[in-house]
């Protein structure tokens, strides 16, 4: 039994229904979203594969994981979710799960609604039928207020959003406003996306221009402010969670090369400086895991401390994915820096993740308020 007043011991561990969801997705991936694919996808008009969403969304279950049973999804915690995005990351798989299925989803479930527009609009989500975009700038960090970006008139939203992940291909945007949260259909009259060109191919921009746009009120200004806090500190907990398996993916991969490709008549691996990098890493990526495990399961369990687990996850995991994907390239030498070998989508990756739903410093600065720790 826990000690009255005392925080419960963390479980930093896979349960073996996470496991079987691991096998699962990992399969899956492995089949349907190889390098070449995902490189030919980066080069295509359309970075998704609609088919390969499908059954993660639908078939296996992935997009209703956060969401309850008697709103039509699995009931299952962030904990699982995690662990899709940890074989996302892996795979650097592109894919609307982070944004749809856990951001958008986390936002209309702080909503605490069972009936209506929001609680409908979470059962397509669950089902795999629509997917759905908080439109905030990606680099937008938990408990920042983007709701003067958009003003209200009678229903009608006007206003304009820049760089909003997967706001092209959703087919509802959650608009925040002063007012109020907002669902607007993507294809409704008023609203223009402006397709940007981004550094990671594998996770689409876009600018939002909303001009007189209807929209169903889903949310007052309080009630639609706390869905946005709550689905901005989910994306950046579970998001550290994908930059795992990017680390755990360069490591992997940058130990199997260095013992295959040899100069002198050795492996390249058997370098002593080379040995010491790799194990740095090694006990960077295990730290790393340690952080993205605590920070999903004080998410999933709704701990007291959760935005400073998140906050912590998120200033030590950016800096791991960026530093193993660079030691990739780097200790893979010529063919680290072709097109054709994946090194660079992980490396893209990995910097595009570092600024998402907040950079590391940012977070720094969340941990020393949530600590009380005063700056120098």
């Not at 826990?2 to 925080?7: I, L």
């Not at 938990?142 to 003003?151: N, R």
Request: aromatic fraction near 4%; include cysteine.
């Amino acid at each position: 039994m826990t000690a009255p007043n005392q925080p419960a011991t963390p479980d930093l561990l896979y349960s073996e229904a996470e496991e079987d969801l691991r096998s699962a997705v990992r399969a899956l991936l492995a089949d349907r979203s190889g390098a070449p694919s995902v490189i030919a996808r980066t080069e295509s008009d359309t970075p998704y594969d609609q088919h390969l969403w499908k059954t993660l969304a639908a078939d296996i279950g992935a997009a209703g994981l956060l969401v309850p049973e008697k709103l039509g999804g699995l009931g299952a915690t962030h904990r699982e979710a995690a662990v899709v995005l940890e074989e996302l990351g892996r795979a650097v798989t592109p894919s609307p799960f982070l944004t749809s299925a856990v951001v958008a989803t986390a936002a209309l479930l702080a909503l605490g609604v069972e009936n209506g527009p929001a609680a409908e609009l979470l059962g397509d989500l669950a089902a795999g039928r629509h997917t759905a975009a908080l439109a905030v700038p990606f680099a937008a960090a938990p408990g920042a207020d983007h709701t003067a970006d958009v003003t209200a008139d009678c229903g009608a939203l006007t206003g304009t959003v820049r760089g909003v992940a997967d706001a092209a291909l959703a087919d509802v945007l959650l608009v925040p406003a002063a007012t109020g949260l907002y669902a607007v259909e993507r294809a409704a009259r008023g609203v223009v996306l402006e397709v940007l060109v981004p550094l990671d191919l594998t996770r689409p921009l876009a600018g939002i221009t909303l001009d007189g746009a209807a929209a169903t009120l889903l949310a007052g200004p309080d009630a639609g402010a706390a869905a946005v806090r709550h689905g901005l500190l989910t994306g950046a907990g579970l998001l550290a969670s994908e930059q795992l398996g990017v680390a755990e993916w360069c490591l992997a991969e940058t130990v199997r090369y260095t013992r295959e490709r040899h100069q002198f008549n050795r492996p390249v691996g058997s370098f002593q400086a080379l040995k010491h990098r790799m194990a740095e890493l090694w006990l960077q990526v295990v730290s790393a895991r340690a952080a993205a495990r605590n920070a999903a399961d004080a998410l999933a369990t709704d701990a007291a401390d959760a935005p400073l687990a998140v906050a912590v996850a998120q200033a030590y995991c950016s800096g791991v994915a960026v530093h193993a994907a660079e030691e990739c390239v780097q200790l893979h030498a010529g063919i680290g820096m072709t097109w054709e070998h994946p090194a660079h989508l992980y490396l893209k990756r990995a910097k595009a993740d570092s600024l998402a739903y907040g950079t590391a410093g940012r977070h720094r600065e969340a941990v020393a308020d949530l600590v009380e720790l005063p700056a120098p």
